[in-house]
């Protein structure tokens, strides 16, 4: 919106010249998002505390330690939503095609979080709107989404996957690109919600992974540094740095008051959303593979659930003392802050490599 009203007074007053970058409205959004995180956040949280008594429902069958957290109010992924959109709307420009199903997967998986983390605390259980449920919507929406972006893509790239270590390679799946882009939306949305167990765990891997795209949606939306660097060129992407610059603004905001020990959780409302978020830029700037590599981390927490379930059905026993994997380490005796740290290493490294693929083909 700053954009769109300010750069065009650019030939009278160069200061407003500055609105044509997006170097520059990505660092506003960044700054944006973390004021509004840190203005809104007490009220907010106090007012969750009014309306929660009993805060988020804690697991019968977790770990120990996680029964000191009761009273915890949830449902601050509100807060992260309420900054991440509000400063996207201000700094991205209105007209960039790219924003609108983005912001439309944000919001309506932060609604279907919002739904579930209500229903939790109304029912008192950890149990909230149905797995089943929940996919189906989520399914809807991003056959809808993935519809628009490619009607977006160049036509080389459309139905087609972009493959890193390589140069310029596509894959061409056809209509099935359709379901793979939404598989890639939905589990980067469930990914982070089962990584989002302890206190900051999820927050900094998603800041770290929206960094990396930061990088990835300005280079692939500029036609010298994706020629140069041999990535597919995709104009309107370059925008998408902005909002994932307003992402980290809002993560890192919420970051504050979750830090442990937590003031708030944020909730499905939160994790769902930041992760339907990483997955649509992903879609967005054709790197989808990326994601699954500079988030490895929910990746593999994603994986130790299923190897968990699947062992279970099958042979009777789990694999892990408990799934996802943060609470196996948990049951191992491992310190909360030990466990949240380390994995911030790893998610750091997977970013590193990640961010190789631009140079490694």
């Known amino acids: 919106m700053l954009s769109d009203l300010l750069a065009p007074l650019s030939a009278e007053y160069q200061i407003f010249n500055l609105f044509n970058y997006i170097t520059f ?3 506003g959004a960044i700054l944006t998002a973390l004021l509004i995180s840190l203005i809104l956040g007490a009220p907010f949280i106090n007012w969750l505390k009014q309306r929660q008594s009993e805060g988020q429902p804690i697991r019968d069958d977790g770990p120990e330690t996680h029964f000191l957290k009761k009273g915890t109010p949830t449902m601050g992924g509100l807060l992260i939503l309420c900054s991440l959109v ?3 709307l201000l700094w991205v420009p209105l007209k960039n095609p790219y924003l ?8 309506s998986f932060g609604s279907i979080g919002l739904v579930d983390d209500w229903m939790k605390l109304n029912r008192n259980t950890s149990n909230g ?7 189906i919507i989520q399914l809807i929406i991003c056959i809808f989404v993935s519809m628009v972006f490619i009607e977006l893509s160049p036509d080389e790239l459309r139905y087609s996957v972009a493959l890193p270590f390589f140069k310029e390679q596509i894959l061409p799946l056809g209509f099935f690109y359709i379901l793979f882009s939404s598989f890639v939306i939905i589990g980067a949305s469930h990914s982070v919600n089962l990584t989002d167990g302890l206190d900051g765990l999820a927050t900094v891997p998603v800041m ?3 960094s ?11 036609i010298n540094f994706a020629s140069y660097l041999q990535i597919s ?15 980290i603004g809002a993560s890192l905001g919420f970051l504050w008051f979750n830090a442990p020990p937590a003031k708030v959780f944020m909730g499905d409302t939160g994790s769902l959303a930041l992760g339907g978020a990483l997955g649509a830029i992903s879609v967005a700037t054709r790197h989808e593979f990326v994601l699954a590599i500079a988030g490895g981390l929910f990746v593999v927490e994603t994986i130790s659930v299923v ?33 949240v740290i380390r994995f911030w290493i790893i998610s750091v490294v997977l970013a590193l490599i990640s961010l190789s693929t631009l140079k490694l083909r």
Request: proline fraction near 5%; charge should be positive.
């Open 100 to 107: 609108w199903p983005v912001l439309t997967i944000i919001i």
């Open 208 to 210: 770290i992974v929206a």
């Open 25 to 27: 409205r990505t660092g």
């Open 86 to 88: 509000i400063s996207s």
């Open 212 to 222: 990396c795209f930061v990088l990835f949606s300005y280079l692939s939306g500029n």
């Open 233 to 247: 060129y995709i104009p309107g992407v370059g925008d998408l740095a902005t909002l994932c610059g307003a992402l």
């Open 307 to 339: 190897l968990q379930v699947a062992s279970f059905r099958l042979f009777g026993k789990r694999i892990f003392l408990m799934a996802p994997l943060h609470h196996h380490f948990e049951k191992k005796g491992w310190a909360e802050p030990t466990i």
């Open 129 to 135: 709107l149905s797995g089943k449920r929940k996919l």
